[in-house]
């Protein structure tokens, strides 16, 4: 299916690795050009030169610690005038009330929850009027909460009533709002959490594969398999969709697990 992606420019957050990185590589071969984002600018220039040899669709790399207002002002205003905002950056911790500091929740808040919502208000006034899409990578925790990970829990949550009252009212402005919630993921930071997990659930860190057994399938969903619903609704294939979130994690919201 071609997703008429073709000619449009896409700002991707927490772009180095993961899903970020694969959404890059599925929006580049749909023929859209790119701004990454993130802190490892050595990996995002990788990405690029591997995206460029492969796709005639330009790539400009922002390095840079996002975890600021400030921050993510800049390169909002480095990035120019894209019409695609995927809201992909986050690194809130996972640990118990008992475990996990207040400035370690102000941390990860500041660069996903904050971080997210200073993005989409300045696209927001960028480009109403004229178009344009914002896809928050959010997370099913936001809606299955977790008491070992009650601070992505928190977060997520706030990000998806977010997304649906910005989400709401935005086609009167000619913007689309979507979340994408993923369950576990075969990331880095999937396997961050899990080891937490494993330590809560198994008493030791090192048995986290072992998690996969309670996975829908047996194993948690691929890079790709996000990567590629967010190319579709940042499409205009999705010319509809806003004002939601849609779940990507197997069903395992939908039985009210925690894996």
Known sequence: MDLNLTGHTALITGASKGIGAGVARVLAAEGCNLHLAARDGEAMRALR???TAAHDVSVTV???DLGSTSAMERLEDAAGDYDILINNAGDIPAGSIEDVTDAEIRRGFDLKVFGYITLSRRFWMRRKGRDGVIINVI?????NWDAAYFAGSTGNAALMSFTKALGGRSLNEGLRVVGVNPGPV????????MKRKAVDMLGDAARWEEL?????????????EVADLCAFLASPR?????????????GIAARGSVI
């Open 49 to 51: 030169d591997e995206i």
């Open 62 to 64: 922002h390095e840079a």
């Open 139 to 143: 997370g099913n925790s936001g809606e």
């Open 186 to 193: 075969a990331t880095d930071r999937m396997i961050k959490i």
């Open 212 to 224: 996969h057994e309670k996975y829908p399938g047996k194993r948690p969903a691929t890079v790709e």
């Open 238 to 250: 999705a010319g509809y969709i806003t004002g939601t979130i849609v779940t990507i994690d197997g």
